[in-house]
């Protein structure tokens, strides 16, 4: 019975299987991609691909941003590349923040970063709404 298999028959889940991978290799150096510098896109905020943004806490991916409205209803976008280890950030509403569900890297919503395991925060992207059109741009 090999490790993986082991930790099964606990029940222990794959997400302590990725855990217990971090506290062995968390010092990996930023192996992911840089985040893309020539942004400019706009979202329509009546279409219903981007119906979270309407309300404050929601938020939506695109272009692999991350484009949320804070709990002050504030729209904020950053590159949603965790710089760990390449996970998905996701806005954590409650402590109004980012957060990457991988290892519980923290990032600020002006995209610094908090906590670690990370070692730097995430590019943080100008907003500009004009009506029903929110344009992301670097
Ligand atoms: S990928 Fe490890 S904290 Fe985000």
């Not at 280890?85 to 990032?107: E, K, L, W």
């Amino acid at each position: 019975m090999d490790r993986k298999e082991f930790l099964a028959s606990l029940g222990i889940g794959a997400a302590f299987v990725a855990y217990s991978s971090c506290l062995e290799g968390c010092n990996v150096a930023n192996p992911v991609s840089s985040a893309p510098t020539n942004v400019d896109f706009t979202l329509d905020l009546t279409a219903a691909a981007n119906n979270a943004l309407k309300t404050n806490g929601g938020y939506v991916y695109n272009n692999g941003i991350i484009v949320t409205r804070t709990t002050a209803g504030q729209y904020v976008a950053v590159y949603s590349v965790c710089p760990h280890a390449g996970a998905t950030v996701q806005y954590d509403s409650r402590n109004n923040r980012f957060n990457c569900p991988a290892h519980g890297s923290n990032f600020g919503t002006d995209g610094s970063l908090i906590n670690g395991p990370a070692n730097q925060g995430l590019t943080k992207y100008n907003t500009s709404l004009n009506g029903t059109s929110l344009r992301v741009y670097s």
